[in-house]
């Protein structure tokens, strides 16, 4: 299959998979031909304005596996962007041709687990105030993360993994201000893991499009207590982020496998 070339000229071939690196998250850094793409000359992209989002679409082969297309920066709803651009990317990797996604984010854990640690998420509580899922006729399958693909990366990582590959339910919020200590036992009685402020309406899109999806949190603190959340800062977020990355990218290729 060829490129859908009005939207990306340089594309030389339709990536099998897309992904979005959530702040801080390095992964995957040894792609071959590799592609960078300033969103700027994306056409329907934003520029992005978070600190560890650089703002590029970076497409290559993994050595010996597929051609991916990595979005390196994302558009939050917390920056003032409307919902169509929290879900710009997933258009375009739609758009293109593109029918797998991995999104990956930083998260805050809400339960006994430690900075650092991966969760795969395996169901999502929108508490964003918007749906991702475009209109009135949009699908919402029972699953918004694949099933089959989650349950055979959980295997992989069972077998494989140098680490702990945590589950959970991630539960969107609108941000940009961390959880009160009110809030946090509120999150976790309804049965929340992880809370971030993104990923639920790329998720709900691209699930909607028929894409098939799954998603990893990075675990950049633990929100369990006033004195960690009155303390988290997006600094620390993005270094955490960044000394997860290695099992990150373990985890990503796996997936990719
Ligand atoms: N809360 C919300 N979003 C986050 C957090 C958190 O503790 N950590 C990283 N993103």
Redesign the pocket.
Same mark, same amino acid.
Do not use: F
């Given at each position: 299959m060829t490129a859908n070339t009005s939207l990306l000229p340089s594309l030389p071939v339709v990536p099998e998979v897309g992904i979005v690196l959530g702040s801080g998250i390095v992964v995957l850094e040894d792609l071959e031909d590799r592609l960078d793409i300033p969103y700027s000359e994306i056409p329907g992209l934003p520029e992005t304005t978070v600190a560890g989002h650089a703002g590029v679409l970076t497409v290559g082969r993994v050595p010996g596996g597929p051609v991916i297309a990595i979005a390196r920066g994302r558009f939050h709803l917390y920056e003032g962007h409307p919902l169509e651009s929290a879900t710009a990317i997933m258009r375009l990797f739609e758009q293109i041709g593109i029918r797998r996604i991995i999104l990956t984010n930083?998260? +805050?854990g809400l339960r006994d687990w430690v900075a650092g640690d991966l969760m795969l998420i395996d169901d999502h509580l929108n508490l964003m105030g918007v749906q991702g899922a475009e209109a009135e006729q949009a699908l919402t399958p029972a699953e918004i993360y694949d099933p089959a693909w989650r349950e055979r990366l959980a295997a992989w990582a069972r077998d494989n993994a140098s680490f702990t590959l945590r589950r959970g339910t991630y539960v969107g919020?609108l +941000?940009p201000s961390?959880?009160t200590p009110a809030e946090i036992t509120w999150l976790q009685r309804i049965g929340a893991d992880a %809370? +971030?402020?993104s990923t639920v309406p790329e998720a709900a899109y691209a699930a909607s499009k028929g894409l098939s999806v799954i998603a990893i949190s990075c675990i $950049?603190?633990i929100?369990t207590t006033a004195e960690t959340?009155a303390t $988290?800062s997006h600094m620390e %977020?993005v270094d955490v982020a960044a000394k997860a990355s290695r099992a990150m990218d373990q985890l990503l290729r796996a997936a990719l496998a």
């Open positions: 930083a998260a +805050g919020l +941000g961390y959880e %809370v +971030g402020m $950049t603190n929100a959340q $988290t %977020v």
